[in-house]
Every structure is written in structure tokens, then in C-alpha cells.
């Protein structure tokens, strides 16, 4: 018997990797002969890069660069071998970077996603994966443009302070000083979500509350990012803003679609097809996913929809955990998800629930395994 486990994290519990073990010990403690294969999966937002890296075998490298406010943070990114690295924009510019109490979306920076591109760029780096997701971030991805070498300047011919808010003063794109390495590589963003740069479905409208703006600073954010758009419009004579997926990660895509030519591509979509999980599902049995909250949200480019549908192509069944189901989940079943339980096993307080994430999915694992025998007449 062949179990693919290909889930996704259980967001500040555990990463993937994590989760896609706890699955495994549960199926091995009941049927020790199965042939258990983990594929972590991830959407391009925080934990790509590990998901990635234990799904392929890639080295994991570490970097000191800028956080979201300028203070040093330590991120990580990936060397996946013959020219190709992996980065995920909330390793170093995340929101989990900046407290609570301290998130201002009109300040806070990309620049140290900039600075790993540069650390794959001095590696060798011909093709980068550009993860986006769970960003500190309003700033369109001026912060990594600058690492980059451009010069967004004011009326003044002076560079603009790092944020969102100061490029409602952009006057000029000076892109002289670009890095001449970014010619030869082949940028692919992964994301999922399709929201353009400005508006009421853009950046600053949607995710920039969570990151702290409050309701005047999401208008002045919206106004600023717009200037900024028709301003790079000038320079290169056409408007990105509009594309789908620009307004991920706080407007990052719109600069890496604008300067780095970056195809886009759906988190899950990429991430599966480096670690080759439509070849581990051929001729599996089962395939099983998860994530810490499975909805009707879930089916909007999610982790488990996206396994489910390599499975279904296969013609494999799948079933999911998650931390808890949420309104809508029974939609998961048009989606190719047979299947889906939680791992509480009662009322809980958040807290105790994701301190016992992985004790509970190697149960919960465990118990489906046993129906599993019941069903297919293996049970001793």
C-alpha cells in the first residue's frame, strides 16, 4: 500500500515537514508495511522555502539582511542546485517579523527581500522562485527594487525614505543602477492571490488593515501606490497595475512583474511541481493533506485543493486534516477532497490545541488508519 502525505503547515504550530511526519507516525503505527511517501506542500507564503527544501533535498542558506523596519533579522532561503533558488519575501520582510503593537503599514519595507535576491544572484542563481505571502508590507516592492539598485527619487532628485506612504513623492525611476545580473535570470512568482495593485480589491484595501493601517493610512496607502504605478508606467511605457497578482505581498509583485519580468504562477501549483508530487501520486492508494483550518476559503488556491487536484488527475482519493473545519468545508468535496476531519478531539483553547498539534494528527492519523483496514479488509 502506497499513502502520499502532502500537506501543508498548521500555521505557528507546525511546518510542514512537521505535520507531513506527525501523518506518517500515525499510518506506521497501524500499517508498519505501507509505503509512506511525505511531500510537504506549501502556497508560496511563509514555510515555502522548508517545504520546498524537504520535499527536494535543496540546501537551506541563511542570510542577515534588513527586517520590515530596517532592524538586522536572520532569514533563510534556498539552493535547490543547477542554478535555481527559492525565496519566500516573509523570511525576510514578514509580518510575524514586527510585533503587534510596532506594525505601521506606511513604514514598513521590502528591502530585505532584495537583499536575499542579491545573496542567490552572487550564489549564481539563473532561475529564482519568488514566494509571496504573510508580508509586513505596503510598500509596491520599492524596498527590493532599491537592494536591487534602483533609485526612486523626489522632484528633489533625492531618494525617497524606505515605505508605502513616501511614494506618494515619487517624481522619477532611475533605473541606471539595476543590477545587470537580473538580465540573465528567469524570475517565477509564486502566489495566491489575484488581487491588482490599487482599488478596493488591491493591496493596500485588503491586507493592508492587518498590517496595521488604519483606515485613513489605507487610503493614503491606495493614493501613493497609484501615483507610484503611473509613475513606472512613464518610465516603462506600460501600466502593470491591473495584472492579476500585483497586489500580492503588498504590491511586491507589481515591482517583480514590472523589473523582473516575473511569470506568476499559483503557489501550490509551483511548489508541487518542484517537488515532483504528481509523479510520487501515480499509482498511490491515498493521498493525504491538510492544513490548520480547512473552509469554503480553502478552495480560493489553497494548499489542499491544489494536492487534490494532482490526485484527482491521478485518479487517487484523498482526504484532509485540519486544526478545525470551518463554515463552508463540506464545499472540499467538489473540490476532489472525499474526506476531512479535525484534530480536536473536544472543546479547547486555542493555545492547548496548537501545543497538541502533532500528538493529535498522529492520533487522529492513527484512527483513520484503522478505518482505512475496515474498509479494504485489512484489518487483523
Known amino acids: 500500500m502506497k499513502i502520499v502525505i502532502a500537506p501543508d503547515s498548521f500555521k505557528e504550530s507546525l511546518s510542514a515537514p512537521e505535520v507531513a511526519a506527525a501523518i506518517a507516525r500515525g ?8 509505503l509512506l511517501v511525505c511531500k510537504p506542500m506549501a502556497d508560496g507564503g511563509e514555510g515555502t522555502v522548508d517545504a520546498v527544501l524537504a520535499a527536494t533535498g535543496g540546501e537551506r542558506r541563511e542570510a542577515s539582511v534588513q527586517g520590515p523596519l530596517g532592524e538586522p533579522v536572520q532569514a533563510h532561503w534556498g539552493w535547490l542546485g543547477e542554478g535555481r533558488a527559492i525565496i519566500e519575501m516573509a523570511a525576510a520582510s514578514g509580518l510575524h517579523l514586527v510585533a503587534p503593537a510596532a506594525r505601521d503599514a506606511t513604514r514598513t519595507s521590502s528591502f530585505g527581500t532584495g537583499e536575499l535576491i542579491r545573496h542567490a544572484l552572487d550564489a549564481g542563481a539563473t532561475r529564482i522562485i519568488l514566494g509571496l505571502g504573510g ?83 489605507v487610503e493614503l496607502l491606495d493614493a501613493a501606490l497609484g501615483h507610484y ?6 518610465c516603462l511605457g506600460e501600466d502593470h497595475s491591473l495584472h492579476p497578482g500585483v497586489g500580492a505581498a503588498g504590491g511586491l509583485g507589481f515591482a517583480a512583474r514590472c523589473f523582473l519580468g516575473a511569470r506568476f504562477r499559483p503557489g501550490i501549483e509551483l511548489v508541487a511541481e518542484l517537488a515532483g508530487l504528481a509523479e510520487a501520486v501515480r499509482g498511490a492508494d491515498l493521498v493525504v493533506t491538510g492544513e490548520g483550518r480547512l473552509d469554503s476559503q480553502t ?33 472540499l468535496r467538489e473540490a476532489g477532497i472525499g474526506a476531512a476531519f479535525s484534530l480536536v478531539p473536544g472543546p479547547m483553547e486555542l493555545a492547548r490545541a496548537m501545543a497538541s498539534a502533532a500528538p493529535e494528527l498522529e492520533a487522529r492519523s492513527a484512527d483513520i488508519a484503522r478505518l482505512w483496514t475496515l474498509a479494504s479488509g485489512q484489518a487483523r
Not at 499510518?27 to 505501507?34: F, I, K, N, Q, R
Not at 480589491?201 to 485588503?206: F, K, N, P, Q, Y
Not at 504605478?229 to 512613464?234: G, L, N, P, T
Not at 478552495?299 to 463554515?327: C, D, F, Q
Request: proline fraction near 8%.
Open 27 to 34: 499510518w506506521a503505527s497501524v500499517l508498519p508495511d505501507a
Open 135 to 217: 508580508s509586513a508590507t505596503n510598500d509596491g516592492g520599492a524596498g527590493l527594487l532599491t537592494a536591487l539598485g534602483l533609485r526612486l527619487l523626489d522632484q528633489n532628485g533625492a531618494p525617497l525614505p524606505a515605505g508605502g506612504a513616501a511614494l506618494a513623492r515619487l517624481a522619477r525611476v532611475d533605473v541606471s543602477g539595476l543590477d545587470p545580473r537580473l538580465a540573465g535570470v528567469e524570475f517565477e512568482v509564486a502566489a495566491d492571490v489575484d488581487n491588482p495593485l490599487c482599488g478596493p480589491r488591491g493591496a493596500s484595501h485588503v491586507f493592508g488593515p492587518q498590517k496595521g493601517a488604519t483606515p485613513r493610512q
Open 229 to 234: 504605478a503611473r509613475v513606472v508606467a512613464e
Open 299 to 331: 478552495l480560493h488556491g489553497k494548499t489542499p485543493v491544489g494536492v487534490a487536484r494532482i490526485a484527482r488527475a491521478a485518479g487517487v482519493p484523498v482526504i484532509a486534516l485540519a486544526g478545525s473545519l470551518g463554515e463552508g468545508y463540506q464545499r
